[in-house]
T-cell receptor
């Protein structure tokens, strides 16, 4: 069975500093995708970044990068130069299985301090 | 490009009443998902449609929840009768294809409170 684990319920970071949010996963599928979503207090899930299991390079999208370590089954999100607007819940998710639906972790609440 | 539309945004009902949620996915997206997100948890898949066919409803409590996607576009999710534990945010999402490599785009959700 597929599983996503996020072990950090909450994180604090100083504005303009970098922060790493942890995510580990478990799957027996050879092909899968890893996603990070941001959920502000408004409730909408905002797609941030994607990493495919066969991708050789780590994904980057602006201030977001994904530190993908396949052997360790980890897919950590790195946010550089944190901004106050980054304060939100962050969810790691995995797409896989025969139907390709997303399985989510429990999330990490990030708080950016001025 | 318009995003995923959901309505209503908020709903308060008494237990044993019925409620329905509506979702309009992004135009051209074949796959539609309904997720339930209980406070403090990550979203949990309830049902996945590919066009107008169900491909996964293994976690849908079928004794009280039902969903349909007529004509492969809009979808409705119904709860009848509602229980206190159904209080949650119900998120609709869509994607071009339901594969492990395609991202899903989410609506703003419907926050349901059952009292």
């Amino acid at each position: 069975a597929q599983k996503i684990t996020q072990t950090q319920p909450g994180m604090f970071v100083q504005e303009k500093e970098a922060v790493t949010l942890d995510c580990t996963y478990d799957t027996s599928d050879p092909s899968y995708g890893l996603f990070w979503y941001k959920q502000p207090s408004s409730g909408e899930m905002i797609f941030l970044i994607y990493q495919g299991s066969y991708d050789q390079q780590n994904a980057t999208e602006g201030r977001y990068s994904l530190n993908f370590q396949k052997a360790r089954k980890s897919a950590n999100l790195v946010i550089s130069a944190s901004q106050l607007g980054d304060s939100a819940m962050y969810f790691c998710a995995m797409g896989g299985g025969s139907q390709g639906n997303l399985i989510f972790g429990k999330g990490t609440k990030l708080s950016v301090k001025p | 490009e318009a995003g995923v539309a959901q309505s209503p945004r908020y709903k308060i009902i008494e237990k044993r009443q019925s409620v329905a949620f509506w979702c309009n996915p992004i135009s051209g997206h074949a796959t539609l998902y309904w997720y339930q997100q209980i406070l403090g948890q990550g979203p949990k898949l309830l049902i996945q449609f590919q066009n107008n066919g169900v491909v996964d409803d293994s976690q849908l409590p079928k004794d009280r929840f039902s969903a349909e996607r007529l004509k492969g576009v809009d979808s409705t999710l119904k709860i009848q009768p509602a229980k206190l534990e159904d209080s949650a945010v119900y998120l609709c999402a869509s994607s071009l294809m339901g594969t492990e490599t395609t991202e899903a785009f989410f609506g703003q959700g419907t926050r349901l409170t059952v009292v």
